[in-house]
């Protein structure tokens, strides 16, 4: 549960919940285990220079999928991380991930974000990703995020920003296939019942609800979706 706590506080910003739930000593045990360890024994790490090529199925707008450390966050980068993170949508899932947070979302917790996204790669204990633009701007389009890790098995979050919705399904796709290269067996996500869109961006890249193992929550029904990794979809999204 506190493993738990700690990655929704971290992949939001929340600086005092991520360190104090760092400090208890289960999340001090898993820390630096997060690799996959396969079948045979062996030990597979994401490598974290590998970048995926997305395109709009809509607009053929061309996007980069790339590891956090891959990304330089200059200030106006920050700047745009925070104004994404202030548009409403957003603003809702950081408030119901259990973040105590005003009516903005400020610029430290932006830093603490970034700071949480390196440590994971650094540590083996989560993989955050962005989605940007393929042009000398890369702004960011999206997150996601690979974490809580069960043998072969990972949970998946995401964030669009607003003007780039309609990639979020290719862009999990994409991410799809770079655990495919480190024998990611499965992923499983959680989505709001009456979140129309996410469920929507998780079908279309394959997922479906196992209803037995959703349940309720201060916000309505948290509805969880899994796919395996080792079928291929029939058709593209």
């Known amino acids: 549960k506190h493993r738990a706590q700690k ?10 919940i991520r360190d104090s739930l760092y400090s208890c000593a289960p999340c001090r045990e898993f820390r630096g285990r997060f690799a996959v360890v396969t079948r045979n024994g062996s030990v597979q790490r994401p490598d974290p220079s590998v970048q995926a090529g997305v395109v709009h ?59 949480y996204c390196n440590e994971g790669w650094e540590e083996d204990d989560h993989y955050v990703f962005f989605l940007v633009t393929d042009d000398g701007r890369q702004r960011i389009a999206g997150c996601y995020e690979l974490r809580n890790r069960h043998r072969e098995t990972f949970e998946t979050g995401y964030w669009i920003a607003p003007e780039y919705r309609g990639i979020g399904a290719t862009g999990l796709l994409a991410l799809i296939e770079f655990c495919r290269t480190f024998q990611v067996g499965s992923l499983y996500a959680r989505a709001l019942e009456a979140n129309q869109a996410s469920r929507r961006l998780l079908e279309k890249a394959g997922f479906r609800c196992v209803r037995s193992k959703s349940e309720p929550g201060p916000y309505g029904t948290m509805l969880r979706y899994e796919r395996s990794l080792r079928t291929r979809l029939k058709t593209p999204p």
């Open 7 to 16: 990655m929704q506080a971290g992949f939001f910003g929340d600086t005092k």
């Open 57 to 115: 199925p809509k607009t053929e707008q061309r996007f980069v999928l790339l590891s956090a450390p891959s990304l330089y966050f200059s200030e106006s980068r920050i700047g745009d991380l925070v104004r994404i993170c202030n548009s409403a949508d957003i603003m809702q899932m950081i408030r119901q991930g259990g973040v105590p947070i005003g009516s903005k979302y400020p610029r430290r917790n932006a830093v603490s974000f970034i700071k």
